[in-house]
Each structure stands twice: as structure tokens, then as C-alpha cells.
């Protein structure tokens, strides 16, 4: 009798594949070695063994030690052909792993489900986005590369099936199970995507599942606590369910996994479930789709399955269903025993059993089980989460933001001199990294409120408000949904302010929104990762622009497919070295240099900041504001620039009246400055003076001049109060007497020229220029710079005189000066002359961070252009960044310092002649490179406490850093 069946059956063998013809995507590409061994393994094996091999048993890492008994005893016992681990963590898994893998006789095949990464189920593992966010990028070269990358992980942790992509398609909203786990309601988006996951996973050795079949996408029940109903007729599931599949199984699909759901129209039998169904899995997927791989359960212990029948029948049920492998029995030894029953009475022959167990051994061939090698413990955690993970995942999140609603194309936010903004945080989950990066851009404030009268009521100050809505990240299934209050707060807010609301769930949360007639703009940011808060930050500002189409339509709001396009506007993003060409790790050796100033007291802190192609790829901070305090130095921290006040502050505003035509470089001061006219530096130039080529005098002490005898400050020339007659504050409770200012610019006007030309630097162009420009624009330096430039970049932490509007704890102390102001020098500038100019000097008096002085040298990088806003023509800036006075043997530019000519100087030397920037007296530096695209900026305060030792210039620590960023730039 069992001849008879092998005969009868013969033919049934052939779908194994190993004919030149076939389309089996288990075989390997040596098909004759695969074949021997595949042969050997299983004419060596009995019944029991042959058996075993259907099953794929559920196994924790963190499992108890009676779970643990339990899966050796059905290795050694049952012969298990597979396991598929679920909770726990990756070392602990690998351990595991490899002692079970010892115990059993033919190695095992090993699954996860890893949709979004092993972090769909381990801990300390890499979790990508949602099959959601992915369906809104455009790009499906990047969707191959999660693929792949997933791949990697799994088959690190020795994984060989990941039970992914999910192909299904999520045409109802309210789908309670698979809803982020599904590319989207289009048929063509989800099955490109799902095509496009599948190359990278299986190109990385890591065969693939396509799932839930025949489709759970259109479901309002979760099959594990149900036996949800799929209502369509045949025609309408093979024209969107069955849909990927139909293209997948011609990719080379390596498996599929059927789900426990009611198809009427596939499957005649009521409530019986499509995992059991010989229709829905024989007759569809193996005859009509021609599917020769894997086939799998989903697992037979949930509900729609488990409720179906007694133990074991559905196991031996769904064997003759089709299915190949039986996923998580509820009792593999009466499951085995049922099928072993089955095939000794004739009920299931030769040729059904040897089909699936040789398909199962081809899978363990394929991966590499015939030379099976135990999981590495080294390294693993860095393995499975790696650099290339984040830059990955930061470039799926800039390519899936999607702008479902821009009027007057509000996005990206422009002309931030108009703009007052607030954020208002709402959902159950943090926002603090959006929070934080919005801050990097201009000034915003968080407000909140515990009802929506006080709410509105802090709002009226500004005119913009930015709306996060922060739901858990943790899981695909989390709540997302508005609240009603949540609703009716975003409505009021609309009613009265401009809107930009961002929302990091799941597009169909906006379905909710009572209106959103009022809101101007609305950015789908999918997910509350701190990447994803991150980028969709400098979305809003035009870092990059929103590439992302919806993956689903959002009710009658928007449809699927939507969404706006809006331009990179040329501001300052922030992102991974790698990302831009640099290597991460030897850039990370500045923070030793830096570490090393500090411990040696060359400076109390340091604020470093990095940023190449447009993008800050490092900003740290190091020490305190002072050796002897507790405050450490943080991004928001405002130092003294010093002398970058030049560059920062007087330089672009000369460049803007030279634009303007309203003087040229060869202007003399006699012809914009009337008491010049008979001055001997009358004939001295704007090109001449800020080349630091025009005879004129390095600086002078104007301060020493109003010392008493005991070199205090003098009763002639200061008060401890302020009255009209001494009302220029140079520190803190001490006024100079007010019509001593008038007194410098003559002392400059009137002051000897060196007897030799020759480049000899010199703080006082700077004060003659900025006479000229207060006098021409009627306006003070500071009031000019700000409105004129810092305004508009974005550089809200950029002022003169802090002490007016920002916190003492924000602001870096200077020095504690015994010769002058006798106090701590802290929210004042340093420099004397500036502190004789109410704090206002065009050498010196500026303060900033790190991260505004780089947004200006940005501007200057890309030739006086930021955030869509063109402060001075391209022209312009070559025009002053050009060395006149070469052939002299003068470095300088027009206002910018150049590298050295030869020798040493205030550069490492390795930098390109086109490159350009200044230096500080506080220790500050900024300098910018447009060949590698580079912008360096360094703050410190190493006068603090005493000017007087400058170790930090003598130890070549700022140089020596720009050393190491031109060594870690890799291309």
C-alpha cells in the first residue's frame, strides 16, 4: 500500500525543485551539494525525526528554567525542526541558542519576527521604522537597504528566517493589529516596498515571509484573540490581497505564512480558519500562485486558530492544509503524535511528508546549516547596533516626513525676524529632543497650561505656534489617537494664531481632527523616535526638504499619495560624520585634546562645534564656566567671541554698504568720515585698514588713561551709580562718565602711524567703522547687527551686553580683573575699549554659542546666502575674502584672517589658502574651509581667571583640533 501511494504521488515530489526548470526559491546556487545533502539527511532520519522537522517551537531568552526544560526535552524528544525565539535579549539569546543548537541532532532553523528589527522582540537591539513610515518614502533603494540591514542583524544573532515583510494591504483604518506594520492601502506602493525589503533581507542570507496570507489588511479584529472575517468575494481579494504575493513569488520569496481568518469566498466551510483551509493554502497559494517555498502557520496557539479544535487536530489539520511547518503548536508531542497516526494509517502519504521535510532541509542548507557554526559572542551588542543603523534610519526619516498642509507655503518657516513662536506640546509621550532642536533654529518657547483659557493666554505674546503631538514609541499598536480635549485645544489655538501642527503617530490620527480649515501647516512625522523628533525639527526650518507621500488616505481630509514637496533652504542641519564623509571615530579624538585643556586649566570650558557639507556632525561641551563652580558648560551657554565680533558683528555690514554701492574698497576715510579730512589717515583705505596694512597703531589702552594714581578707576571718570552724566556701564555698579566715548574715536583719529608699512594687525579699524556705520544708518552697531543679520539667521543666542536679557547661569564668566573694573568680568564684554563703548564695540563686545557663530560662518561658506535669505551677493564675498596684499607678505583678507603664508600661524597649516575666519582673545576661534565644505568653531573662556597666561595659544590646542578634523575627513 505505502508503494502504491509513492507512486501515485510521484509527481508530487518534483515541485522539490531540483530540476533546471523549476522556480524553488529554497534552492542554493551548488543545487547538486544541496541535494546530497539534503537526501542524506533525511533517508537517515525515522519517522519520528522526519516529523519533528514541521515544527517551529516558541522559546524566550528570558524564559523560566521549566520553559527551558521544556524546549530541550522537545529537541531531544520531538526533533524539532526549528525554533522561533521571541522576548528577551541578544546576548542572552545567543548563549541560548548555541546550547540548544548542540542538543539537537540536525540543526535548527531559526525565526523571528524582526518587521522593524530584533527589537520588535529583544531588548538593547536596533528598532527601524514602521513598515508605515517606510510607505511613505519615494526612494525604494532605501526600503531595500532596512532590509538589508535587518538581514544583517539577524543572521549576527543566527536568525535564518525573519518572518517579514508584512505585504499586507491596510485598507481599513481601524485595523487593530496591523495598521504601522502594513506599507499603506495601495497595492502597488505596499507590494514595491514589500519587494524592495525582501532583496536586502534575503541579498543579506536572511530568508524572508510574506505575510499574513491571503490578506489581513482589511480586518477591524485581531486574529490573536479572534477569528476575524475577510467579506469580499474572490475577485476583490485576488485583485488587492493576493496582490503582492502574485509578484513576490516571482521575486523568489523564500516563504509565506497564512493567518487564521474567515474568507467565505475562498473557503465554503463556516468559521473555518484560512491556516487549516486546503482551498486557501493548496489550491491558492501552492497551485494557483505556484508557491514551491516555505510555508508557515502563523502560530497555532492564538485564538483564531486555538479555538478551532482539540489539540493536535489542528496541527494535523493544517499539515494537510498544505502548510509546511507548524509555528508554535499549543503541545508539539500530540501534535506529532496525530501526524505520525495519520501517516501510518494512509492519510497522509510518502511523497506529502517528503515534500515538506526536503523543503524544510533545503531552507536549513541554504542558510548555511549543512556547516553550522555557533553565534559569536564578541562584539554583538556594537554589531547590532551600529553606526550605519543611525544614518540609515535619519535618511528614511528625512525621505518619509510627509506636509499634508502648507498655506502661503508657511513651510519651511522663513523670515524669522517676523516670527514670534511658541510650542506647545501634546500626547502622553516626551517631546523634549523636538523641543530642543527647534531651539537650535531661533528662539521658542514652551508653554503649557492646565486648561485652554490660561493656554491661550500665554500664547498672545506670540504669533506662531508650533503643535507636537507625541504619542509612545514603543510599538506599532500604541494608542495614537487625538484626545477630545486635545481636539478642541488644537482648534482654539488655530482660531488665533498661525499653526503648525506636527504629529509623530500614524497618519490616520488627523482623521480624528474635528477641522483643520484653521491650521496652516500639518507634517506627518509617523513615529516619537528621538531621530524622528530630531529631523522633523529641521524639516520645519528647511534643513532639508519633505520628500514623503502619504501611504494611506487620511478620511476626507487627504488622500493616499499626497503630499508637499517644499525646497532645502540652505540652513544648518545636524546629523552623523559618516554622512558628510567624515569618520566618526577619529573625529571623536578631539574630545581627548579638549579633555586635556581643560585638566591641565588652559581654559575652564570649551564649547566645539563641527559642521561639514551644511551639517553639524559634532557639537560637545567640555568643563565648567569656572574651575571652582559646578556649572557645566551646555549648548545654550553664551560666551565672549572676542575679536570674532570683526567678522561677526562689522564685517557683514561693511560688505552690505559696499553691495549697496554706498562705498568701495578703495574709499578713503576722508571721504565718508568728515573729521578725517585733515587727519594723516585721511588716504587710509577700506581695503588698506582691514588688510591690516595701513600704518595704524595695534590698539591703545583707552581705560589707563582714567586709572587714578593706585590704578583704580577714577572719581573723574566713574560712579558707582548711573546718572546722565555717567551712564556708560563697563561693569557691573561702575559708569564711566558718558562724554569720555567721544574721547576714543578722537584719540584713534589723532593717533602717530607706525613709521614702517608693513601688516601689523590693529583693533582700530574696527572702531572707526563702526563710527561710520552708526553715523550712516543713525542706529547702534548692535541694533543693526541684530536686525540686519542676527534676526534673520536665526541667531538668537548672538547679543552684545547679556546681562540686559539673559541669565547670569548662561552666561561664561571672563576673567576676574585686577586692574581695571576690579570684579568679575561676567555678562560684560572682556575687552576694555568695548566696555568704554557702553559694551558695544565693532573690535570686540559680541557674545554667542558655538551653534549661532557657525550659522553665520555658514552664511559666509555659501557666500552670503541662509535659510532662503541672499544678505550680499556671491561676488561679494570673493570680493572680501581675496588677499590685496599678497605680494607684501600679508596673509589677510578684507576683515578675514587667512591661513599663514609659511611657519606657523592661526592655522594647522592643512588647510586650504581659500579658506578663511578669525580668532579671539577669550581663546575663541572660527574658521571656514569652502573647498571641504567645512565650518569650525571653538569658544572658550581661558582668561578666566587671568588673561595673563595664554597656554591654550602656546599649546597649539585650537590648531591642533583643526588638525584632527582634516585627518578624520575621509572624502
Given at each position: 500500500m505505502r508503494q502504491l501511494f509513492k507512486l501515485s504521488f510521484f509527481c508530487l515530489v518534483t515541485v522539490l525543485g531540483f530540476a533546471q526548470n523549476t522556480k524553488n526559491p529554497l534552492l542554493s546556487k551548488d543545487i547538486e551539494s544541496q541535494k546530497k545533502w539534503v537526501d542524506s539527511i533525511y533517508n537517515s532520519m525515522t519517522l519520528a525525526e522526519k516529523v519533528g522537522q514541521l515544527y517551529m517551537v516558541q522559546v524566550m531568552s528570558n524564559q523560566s528554567d521549566a520553559s527551558h526544560k521544556k524546549v530541550i526535552d522537545d529537541i531531544k524528544k520531538h526533533h524539532i525542526g526549528g525554533i522561533i525565539y521571541s522576548k528577551g535579549g541578544p546576548y542572552r539569546q545567543a548563549k541560548l541558542n548555541n546550547e540548544l543548537q548542540a542538543i539537537s541532532k540536525v540543526p535548527m532553523l531559526i525565526g523571528m519576527d524582526a518587521e522593524w528589527g530584533l527589537s520588535m522582540r529583544l531588548d538593547s537591539t536596533y528598532a527601524f521604522p514602521w513598515n508605515m513610515t517606510l510607505g511613505a518614502i519615494k526612494d525604494n533603494k532605501l526600503v531595500e537597504q532596512v532590509g538589508k540591514h535587518i538581514g544583517e542583524h539577524c543572521k549576527r544573532l543566527g536568525v535564518h528566517f525573519n518572518f517579514a515583510p508584512d505585504v499586507d494591504i491596510n485598507t481599513n483604518p481601524k485595523n487593530p493589529i496591523i495598521g504601522n506594520r502594513s506599507f499603506g492601502e495601495d497595492r502597488y506602493n505596499v507590494t514595491d516596498k514589500a519587494s524592495a525589503f525582501m532583496k536586502g533581507m534575503q541579498g543579506a542570507g536572511v530568508l524572508a515571509n510574506a505575510k499574513h496570507f491571503p490578506g489581513h489588511g482589511d480586518t477591524s479584529q485581531d486574529s490573536h484573540k479572534t477569528l476575524p472575517t475577510i467579506n469580499f468575494d474572490k475577485e476583490r481579494i485576488e485583485a488587492v490581497e493576493l496582490f503582492p504575493y502574485k509578484q513576490l513569488i516571482n521575486e523568489n520569496l523564500s516563504s509565506v505564512m497564512v493567518a487564521h481568518l474567515n474568507v467565505p469566498s475562498l473557503e465554503p466551510r463556516e468559521n473555518y480558519p484560512s491556516s487549516l483551509s486546503k482551498n486557501i493554502v493548496t489550491g491558492i497559494l501552492k497551485e494557483e500562485l505556484g508557491f514551491k517555498g516555505l510555508i508557515f502557520t502563523d502560530a497555532l496557539t492564538m485564538k483564531?486558530?486555538?479555538?478551532?479544535?482539540?489539540?493536535?487536530?489542528?496541527?494535523?489539520?493544517?499539515?494537510?492544509?498544505?502548510?509546511?511547518?507548524?509555528?508554535?503548536?499549543?503541545?508539539?508531542?500530540?501534535?506529532?503524535?496525530?501526524?505520525?497516526?495519520?501517516?501510518?494509517?494512509?492519510?497522509?502519504?510518502?511523497?506529502?511528508?517528503?515534500?515538506?521535510?526536503?523543503?524544510?532541509?533545503?531552507?536549513?542548507?541554504?542558510?548555511?546549516?549543512?556547516?553550522?557554526?555557533?553565534?559569536?559572542?564578541?562584539?554583538?551588542?556594537?554589531?547590532?547596533?551600529?553606526?550605519?543603523?543611525?544614518?540609515?534610519?535619519?535618511?528614511?526619516?528625512?525621505?518619509?516626513?510627509?506636509?499634508?498642509?502648507?498655506?502661503?507655503?508657511?513651510?519651511?518657516?522663513?523670515?524669522?525676524?517676523?516670527?514670534?513662536?511658541?510650542?506647545?506640546?501634546?500626547?502622553?509621550?516626551?517631546?523634549?529632543?523636538?523641543?530642543?532642536?527647534?531651539?537650535?533654529?531661533?528662539?521658542?518657547?514652551?508653554i503649557s497650561a492646565d486648561n485652554i483659557g490660561d493656554l491661550l493666554g500665554k500664547l498672545q505674546a506670540y504669533n506662531t505656534v508650533i503643535i507636537g503631538f507625541h504619542r509612545s514609541n514603543d510599538s506599532p499598536w500604541k494608542s495614537y489617537e487625538f484626545s477630545e480635549v486635545e481636539s478642541i485645544w488644537i482648534e482654539e489655538i488655530a482660531k488665533r494664531h498661525t499653526v503648525i501642527l506636527d504629529a509623530f503617530v500614524k497618519p490616520y490620527a488627523l482623521a480624528d481632527l474635528k477641522s483643520i480649515t484653521n491650521i496652516e501647516s500639518i507634517v506627518v512625522s509617523y513615529q516619537n523616535s528621538v531621530i524622528a523628533q530630531q529631523k522633523s525639527a529641521q524639516l520645519i526650518f528647511g534643513a532639508f526638504g519633505s520628500k514623503g507621500k502619504l501611504p494611506v488616505s487620511i478620511g476626507n481630509y487627504f488622500p493616499v499619495d499626497f503630499g508637499f514637496q517644499t525646497p532645502n533652504i540652505k540652513r544648518l542641519g545636524y546629523t552623523i560624520p559618516e554622512r558628510v564623509g567624515v569618520n566618526s571615530k577619529k573625529l571623536a579624538k578631539i574630545d581627548e585634546i579638549a579633555e586635556y585643556a581643560v585638566k591641565k586649566k588652559m581654559t575652564p570650558g570649551i564649547q566645539l562645534l563641527v559642521a561639514r557639507k551644511g551639517k553639524v556632525i559634532y557639537s560637545k561641551n567640555f568643563g565648567k564656566h569656572t574651575y571652582s563652580g559646578n556649572e557645566e558648560v551646555s549648548f545654550d551657554d553664551i560666551y565672549d567671541v572676542a575679536s570674532l565680533t570683526k567678522i561677526l558683528a562689522t564685517l557683514p555690514l561693511v560688505m552690505e554698504l559696499e553691495e549697496k554701492g554706498l562705498i568701495t574698497l578703495d574709499t578713503k576715510l576722508s571721504e565718508v568720515l568728515q573729521d578725517y579730512k585733515n587727519s594723516n589717515k585721511k588716504d587710509v583705505t577700506f581695503k588698506s585698514m582691514l588688510s591690516h596694512y595701513a600704518r595704524l597703531k595695534p590698539w591703545e589702552p583707552f581705560y589707563y588713561h582714567t586709572l587714578d594714581k593706585t590704578k583704580h578707576p577714577s572719581e573723574k571718570y566713574y560712579r558707582k551709580t548711573k546718572s546722565d552724566s555717567f551712564n556708560v556701564e563697563v561693569a557691573k555698579n561702575l559708569f564711566m562718565r558718558t562724554d569720555y566715548q567721544d574721547s576714543i574715536p578722537d584719540i584713534i583719529r589723532d593717533s602717530e602711524l607706525l613709521n614702517r608699512?608693513?601688516?601689523?594687525?590693529?583693533?582700530?579699524?574696527?572702531?572707526?567703522?563702526?563710527?561710520?556705520?552708526?553715523?550712516?544708518?543713525?542706529?547702534?552697531?548692535?541694533?543693526?547687527?541684530?536686525?540686519?543679520?542676527?534676526?534673520?539667521?536665526?541667531?538668537?543666542?548672538?547679543?552684545?551686553?547679556?546681562?540686559?536679557?539673559?541669565?547670569?547661569?548662561?552666561?561664561?564668566?571672563?576673567?576676574?580683573?585686577?586692574?581695571?573694573?576690579?570684579?568679575?568680568?561676567?555678562?560684560?564684554?572682556?575687552?576694555?575699549?568695548?566696555?568704554?563703548?557702553?559694551?558695544?564695540?565693532?573690535?570686540?563686545?559680541?557674545?554667542?554659542?558655538?551653534?549661532?557663530?557657525?550659522?553665520?560662518?555658514?552664511?559666509?561658506?555659501?557666500?552670503?546666502?541662509?535659510?532662503?535669505?541672499?544678505?550680499?551677493?556671491?561676488?561679494?564675498?570673493?570680493?572680501?575674502?581675496?588677499?590685496?596684499?599678497?605680494?607684501?607678505?600679508?596673509?589677510?583678507?578684507?576683515?578675514?584672517?587667512?591661513?599663514?603664508?609659511?611657519?606657523?600661524?592661526?592655522?594647522?597649516?592643512?588647510?586650504?589658502?581659500?579658506?578663511?575666519?578669525?580668532?579671539?582673545?577669550?581663546?575663541?576661534?572660527?574658521?571656514?574651509?569652502?573647498?571641504?565644505?567645512?565650518?569650525?568653531?571653538?569658544?572658550?573662556?581661558?582668561?578666566?581667571?587671568?588673561?595673563?597666561?595664554?597656554?591654550?595659544?602656546?599649546?597649539?590646542?585650537?590648531?591642533?583640533?583643526?588638525?584632527?578634523?582634516?585627518?578624520?575627513?575621509?572624502?
Open positions: 483564531g486558530a486555538a479555538d478551532f479544535s482539540e489539540t493536535g487536530d489542528i496541527d494535523l489539520a493544517a499539515f494537510q492544509a498544505g502548510n509546511d511547518v507548524m509555528l508554535m503548536s499549543e503541545d508539539v508531542g500530540i501534535g506529532v503524535g496525530k501526524i505520525m497516526e495519520a501517516y501510518n494509517s494512509g492519510e497522509i502519504s510518502d511523497a506529502r511528508l517528503e515534500l515538506s521535510v526536503k523543503k524544510i532541509l533545503q531552507a536549513k542548507y541554504k542558510v548555511g546549516l549543512n556547516n553550522y557554526a555557533p553565534i559569536s559572542l564578541t562584539n554583538l551588542a556594537q554589531d547590532l547596533n551600529r553606526l550605519e543603523d543611525d544614518m540609515l534610519y535619519e535618511e528614511l526619516m528625512e525621505n518619509a516626513f510627509t506636509i499634508v498642509k502648507n498655506d502661503n507655503n508657511l513651510l519651511p518657516l522663513q523670515e524669522l525676524e517676523t516670527k514670534s513662536v511658541a510650542y506647545v506640546k501634546l500626547g502622553d509621550d516626551s517631546g523634549t529632543a523636538f523641543y530642543d532642536e527647534l531651539k537650535k533654529y531661533m528662539k521658542v518657547h514652551a608699512l608693513t601688516y601689523r594687525y590693529s583693533d582700530f579699524p574696527y572702531y572707526i567703522l563702526k563710527k561710520f556705520i552708526e553715523q550712516h544708518y543713525d542706529r547702534t552697531l548692535d541694533q543693526l547687527a541684530n536686525s540686519h543679520f542676527y534676526e534673520p539667521l536665526g541667531a538668537n543666542y548672538t547679543t552684545y551686553n547679556p546681562y540686559h536679557t539673559i541669565s547670569s547661569k548662561k552666561i561664561v564668566p571672563t576673567e576676574v580683573d585686577d586692574y581695571y573694573r576690579y570684579q568679575t568680568v561676567h555678562g560684560y564684554v572682556h575687552d576694555m575699549g568695548a566696555a568704554m563703548q557702553n559694551g558695544i564695540g565693532g573690535h570686540a563686545g559680541l557674545f554667542s554659542n558655538a551653534n549661532d557663530v557657525a550659522k553665520i560662518m555658514q552664511m559666509y561658506l555659501q557666500k552670503g546666502y541662509y535659510g532662503n535669505k541672499r544678505f550680499f551677493k556671491e561676488e561679494t564675498f570673493d570680493k572680501f575674502n581675496t588677499r590685496y596684499y599678497l605680494n607684501k607678505e600679508n596673509r589677510r583678507a578684507i576683515g578675514f584672517d587667512k591661513p599663514q603664508l609659511s611657519g606657523s600661524g592661526p592655522t594647522c597649516g592643512c588647510v586650504p589658502m581659500s579658506s578663511f575666519g578669525h580668532s579671539g582673545f577669550t581663546g575663541t576661534y572660527a574658521w571656514a574651509d569652502p573647498e571641504n565644505e567645512l565650518v569650525y568653531v571653538f569658544l572658550a573662556n581661558r582668561t578666566y581667571p587671568s588673561s595673563e597666561s595664554n597656554l591654550l595659544l602656546r599649546a597649539n590646542i585650537r590648531t591642533d583640533i583643526q588638525k584632527l578634523i582634516y585627518e578624520a575627513i575621509e572624502n
